[in-house]
């Protein structure tokens, strides 16, 4: 990681930088696939699931392979899944909210109902690791909402199936339409429809760059909604001198293992601070399967020395980092300075694999700077919010002027004419219209 003492802040965006995607690229080699799907279906994924996974299996998982997944686990980890599935449940569950009707003014009552989004998609990463923990994820909150109908694709693993721990995340959450297909493949096909995978509304999930591509190019047609552009893993470590230097080398290490394209960021107070999280990032990496992976994240990683804490959380927020740790013994302090993250760990105990897994928050989070207008997925990600009103008769003889007067305004007269036609009929002697 290249170190920078006291940057000056005219300089903080070229040092935090992300990696760069090349978009135009991606886009040239994903619309093929895509076109592929929208015109072939089922023939184009089975393709794909041979040229890009070598998988030549069915592209539905039995509904028998499911349930039998639990035991096909260590018990220890089921054990594990039902653990986070009920603290996530519990977040989750807290986020409902109940019609509350509001009255305007005497005889104006609005008020807003959740209703669940109809036909969802979940897309759960399976290649270099089976990400069981965003089945968890995302299908508690589409369950809660009482989606109707949910639809889950990965990529079957290297050993020819969809991993075991994904079917049974799968089962806890009662879903039982999970497909065995990945990639940019696996988000048109939930986006158009084929004859096996029905076609979604919306489609939640993490991925690699070309799904993250894919999930853009649909939207931004409007044949999908998504749930945001949850590209590369990414966390900001922010740490004073009191706290543990493996700690932190820990954290960081933490997202450099998910891909070659994530990205760390380390502030502490001192650069021997520093020093120290580089020296137990070293001993860590030895023991790592993935260190290769990590230390090719670590490439385009940085430290910064900023000895003043309100300079340092300028340049936390400036960055807007998927995951940010505070590290600190006054970190509680600093929780409403926080204005761009997407989710916050604070003290020297609370790593953010704890959000990754169990701790009840949700992980689907958004990156590469799109904290700043992005919030995390939750409950209200998987249901739209209509809105009602309604007038009685007093009511609209009191409000009624004001909205004459604001469409004659706006020249729409037809607007006006809708409420003079009834306040005619409440008169004693109404005019002829």
């Known amino acids: 990681m290249k170190i920078f003492i006291e940057p000056a802040p005219d300089q903080w965006a070229e040092l935090l930088a992300r990696p760069v995607l ?47 997944a639990p035991k096909q686990i260590d018990a220890s980890l089921w054990q594990a899944l039902q653990q986070a599935y009920a603290n996530i449940r519990a977040f989750h569950e807290a986020q409902k909210e109940e019609p509350k009707i509001i009255e305007t003014m005497p005889g104006v009552r609005c008020w807003r109902r959740s209703v669940g989004i109809e036909r969802v998609g979940i897309y759960v990463p399976g290649g270099t690791a089976p990400l069981f923990s965003t089945v968890l994820m995302l299908g508690v909150p589409a369950q809660i909402a009482g989606c109707s109908e949910v639809v889950l694709c990965t990529p079957a693993g290297a050993e020819g199936a969809v991993h075991p ?21 696996a988000i048109a096909a939930m986006a158009f429809g084929t004859e096996s995978i029905p076609k979604v509304d919306k489609v939640f999930g993490p991925g690699n760059q070309y799904v993250t591509a894919a999930k853009q190019m649909l939207s931004a047609e409007g044949i999908i909604a998504i749930d945001l552009p949850a590209g590369p893993s990414e966390v900001a470590v922010w740490a004073d001198a009191q706290a543990p230097a493996p700690f932190l080398a820990a954290d960081l290490l933490s997202q450099a293992e998910h891909g070659p394209d994530s990205q760390v960021i380390l502030v502490c107070d001192t650069e021997a601070q520093i020093q120290a ?18 230390r090719e994240a670590l490439r385009h990683s940085r430290a910064f020395v900023m000895k003043q804490p309100e300079q340092a959380l300028r340049l936390l927020n400036s960055y807007a980092p998927e995951h940010l740790i505070i590290a600190r013994q006054d970190a509680s302090h600093w929780v409403k300075h926080v204005t761009h993250a997407g989710s916050v760990f604070l003290g020297y105990y609370t790593p953010e694999s704890a959000g990754d897994y169990a701790s009840g928050t949700n992980h689907t989070l958004p990156t590469n700077g799109f904290a700043r207008m992005y919030s995390g997925v939750s409950l209200d990600s998987f249901v739209k919010k209509i809105t009602f009103q309604e007038i009685s008769a007093e009511g609209l003889q009191k409000l009624g002027k004001t909205i004459g007067t604001m469409a004659a305004a706006e020249g729409l007269d037809a607007h006006r004419l809708a409420v003079d036609v009834r306040l005619n009929a409440l008169s004693p002697n109404p005019p002829q219209l």
């Open 22 to 68: 090349q978009t135009q690229d991606l886009r040239a080699r994903i619309a093929p696939i895509i076109e592929a799907v929208r015109q072939e279906g089922d023939a184009a994924l089975l393709r794909f699931n041979r040229r890009f996974d070598g998988y030549e299996g069915a592209l539905q998982v039995p509904a028998h392979a499911i349930e039998e």
């Open 165 to 185: 721990a994904i079917l049974a995340a799968a089962s806890l959450c009662g879903i039982r339409k999970i497909f065995a297909v990945g990639g940019a493949q």
């Open 277 to 294: 999280v580089l020296q137990a990032i070293e001993k860590q990496l030895s023991q790592l399967p993935r260190a290769g992976i990590a």
